[in-house]
């Protein structure tokens, strides 16, 4: 059984500019013992960065969801490369829609699905997700991506980004995720080291291992909330701050 908690807020920067957050999350355990999750940050030069996030979280829940409910074999990695394909779709199908190019939609998408003991990730863009077993050993699946020119990165939205995706299957499938949006990369991550700080990651699993909820804990969601908008978070970084924690219950 899987036990989660998520929280978005948006950064002081956005706040101060009048700006909209552009991070969206979401986590959805469609049934027992499995779990899909999914983080997405709307570019900052994208005009409609975050419709291109939004877009990004629900159909790739939607996606994922709809094959594991239909009935055939459910095959993660071919599972995930589908779901990146109908957000690309879904991002243009839009874009044609609203009479824009699908660049002004442009968005990176972490995500991590669990069937069983059968788990996969897959990441564009920078952000990070860490992992660990249950002994509290922490590592990253992909670390953030940089793009051409420093501060840049890769998009969903960007010509070839199917292929540039990295998709890969999880072996052994991990009992704790915490997925990420760039926001919070210098908490989390020690870049010297190329490692998870194990401060950061530790604490916030704890809680949620300890945690009594079935699904969501909404307590701890309201908490993760209060925690992004700490003065001791927003002194440090003042973009958007997105996070999603996981925890797999043993039987």
């Known amino acids: 059984m899987w036990r989660f908690a998520s929280a978005v807020a948006t950064g002081t920067s956005h706040v101060r500019g009048s700006l909209p957050c552009q991070d969206r999350v979401a986590c959805r355990a469609p049934r027992d013992n499995a779990i899909i999750i999914v983080v997405s940050d709307g570019a900052g030069s994208a005009p409609k960065g975050e419709v291109g996030a939004e877009i990004a979280t629900t159909v790739f829940c939607e996606s994922i969801e709809a094959q594991l409910n239909a009935g055939d074999s459910f095959h993660i990695e071919q599972a995930m490369h589908a779901a990146i394909a109908d957000v690309i779709a879904a991002v243009r199908r ?3 829609e609203d009479g824009f190019p699908s660049r002004d939609y442009a968005a990176t998408l972490l995500a991590f699905v669990q069937d069983g003991d059968t788990a996969a990730a897959a990441q564009i863009g920078d952000g990070v997700i860490c992992l660990s077993d249950a002994a509290d050993s922490w590592s990253w699946f992909e670390w953030p991506q ?3 020119y420093a501060s840049s990165t890769y998009f969903l939205t960007d010509e070839g980004a199917a292929e540039r995706f990295r998709v890969e299957r999880l072996s052994p499938a991990p009992s704790a995720v915490i997925a990420m949006t760039d926001g919070l990369e210098p908490l989390a991550l020690n870049y010297a080291t190329r490692t998870v700080h194990h401060e950061f990651a530790v604490p916030l699993i704890k809680r949620l291992r300890e ?3 079935t699904g969501e804990d909404h307590a701890l969601s309201a ?15 003042d973009d958007d701050l997105s996070i999603v924690l996981a925890y797999r219950q043993s039987d």
């Open 94 to 96: 839009r874009g044609k």
């Open 146 to 148: 940089r793009g051409e």
């Open 211 to 213: 945690s009594t909820a």
């Open 223 to 237: 908490s993760l909330a209060t925690f992004l908008s700490l003065d001791r978070i927003t002194s440090r970084v």
